[in-house]
């Protein structure tokens, strides 16, 4: 039910840990840089992941805890650059937190695709992008916070977040692409004076009674 990685590892591969329905707590040593894709996929009690202090991890991979339906909280740490598509796409979990200052480049695509249990997110000021349905079907996503580091936001990054009712999107954002707030319940949008498109069908859907133009 537990496991605890030696600090000898530097890398959990692919598939590592798949489907290991009875793992409930991993502890990852300071010296893994790297989980591989679908490292722990479909582990449905794993509840616990606790990373050893002054940690080196750089990249979490595609699918990385994919399924993981016990999962309901996980820190990103300051260390992490890249998160692969689908990793954390799963319904159970409520609570993402970035430790700061973040080294996180962009939230790719189906990163948190339905993770429905979502409530709300601070994305850290070091993204540039918001992917493909990155945040796709997180029906109980009431609040999160653009930085002004984001340039684009991808084609369906909210679509079907229903419980989203207002959107401050930053001036350095240049391109919203098509469906990226379709069927969200946004009320109020602020939009940059410098956004250079707006994608079709962006707002579809929404009950918009104000749009902000901000220069």
Do not use: M, W
């Amino acid at each position: 039910k537990q496991v605890i990685i030696p600090q000898s590892v530097t890398f959990i591969g692919a598939n590592a840990f798949y489907n290991c329905k009875c793992l409930t707590k991993i502890i990852i040593p300071s010296s893994v840089t790297s989980i591989g894709n679908n490292a722990f996929a479909g582990c449905i009690c794993l509840c616990n992941i606790i990373f050893q202090s002054h940690s080196k991890l750089t990249s979490i991979g595609e699918g990385a805890f994919f399924g993981c339906t016990s999962l309901k909280q996980i820190p990103i740490l300051s260390t992490v650059v890249s998160i692969g598509s689908n990793a954390f796409s799963n319904y159970s979990l409520q609570e993402l937190s970035f430790v700061l200052p973040s080294s996180l480049r962009a939230i790719n695509d189906f990163t948190f695709y339905n993770s429905t249990n979502l409530k709300k997110l601070i994305i850290p000021p070091s993204v540039t992008k918001i992917g493909k349905n990155a945040f796709y079907y997180c029906t109980n996503l009431s609040q999160i916070v653009i930085p002004s580091s984001v340039q684009i936001i991808k084609e369906c990054a909210f679509k079907y977040c229903s419980s989203l009712s207002e959107i401050v999107i930053p001036p350095s954002v240049r391109s919203i692409e098509k469906y990226a707030f379709f069927g969200c319940a946004l009320t109020k949008i602020s939009l940059p004076s410098s956004l250079y498109s707006i994608g079709n069908y962006c707002f579809y859907g929404c009950p918009i009674t104000e749009v902000a133009f901000n220069t």
